[in-house]
């Protein structure tokens, strides 16, 4: 057996929706939340008008948006990797000596992965690996919203929230779990060595 089982629709997907998955939903989903808190959309609307309701303002319209979301995911990946994903990894390793001895992380494997396996393995990873982010960055901007309705007195926004915390972070917990023994299995089926890794860590 040489690639891991999948559907084939998944094969079909190009990156960017596995980008979107990862970035641009949790950054939707924060922006509607300041919209609530703090009405953002009057913004919008001074920007681009309230009397044009053409096509061609809705398609910028759209695209800014997504601009924008995109944007505020791409830097929301890199906060939620230093701070949750940091302690996350550390406390694994301190808990499981199997993690501790393995000096790659997710990221590394991935890689190795790319470059080595059949297309619709790297897919079923990619997915994986979307959804790994998504929970991270869901938590990260959740607490964010924690503080910023703290600031604002909105109790109970930030009780939602902080629930959306616990949970974000519980799914980023068990889903390293799950994303590491897959990518483990994977690696085995096409031959990747931690010398490999060691050599794919060097060239990055």
């Not at 302690?87 to 199997?98: A, E, G, L």
């Amino acid at each position: 057996m040489s690639e891991l089982k999948t559907w084939r629709f998944y094969d079909q997907l190009p990156e960017s929706f596995y980008d979107a998955l990862a970035y641009v939903l949790p950054a939707s989903l924060f922006c509607l939340a300041l919209e609530h808190l703090f009405g953002l959309s009057r913004i919008f609307s001074s920007l681009f008008g309230e009397s044009d309701t053409s096509l061609a303002k809705g398609i910028v319209v759209g695209f800014f948006l997504f601009g924008l979301f995109y944007v505020v995911g791409q830097f929301t990946t890199s906060l939620s990797y230093i701070t949750l994903a940091e302690i996350v990894i550390r406390v694994r390793r301190r808990r499981n000596k199997n993690e501790r001895k393995s000096k790659y992380f997710i990221m590394d494997r991935w890689f190795a992965i790319r470059a080595n396996a059949e297309p619709g393995t790297v897919a079923e990873i990619s997915k994986r690996l979307a959804r790994w982010i998504l929970g991270r960055n869901v938590a990260f901007l959740s607490l964010v919203l924690v503080i910023i309705a703290g600031f604002s007195e909105n109790w109970t926004t930030m009780g939602i929230c902080g629930g959306l915390v616990v949970i974000g972070i519980v799914d980023f917990w068990i889903r390293t779990s799950w994303i590491i023994s897959s990518m483990e299995i994977v690696l085995k089926l096409v031959g990747v060595t931690d010398d490999d890794l060691k050599e794919l860590a060097e060239v990055q």
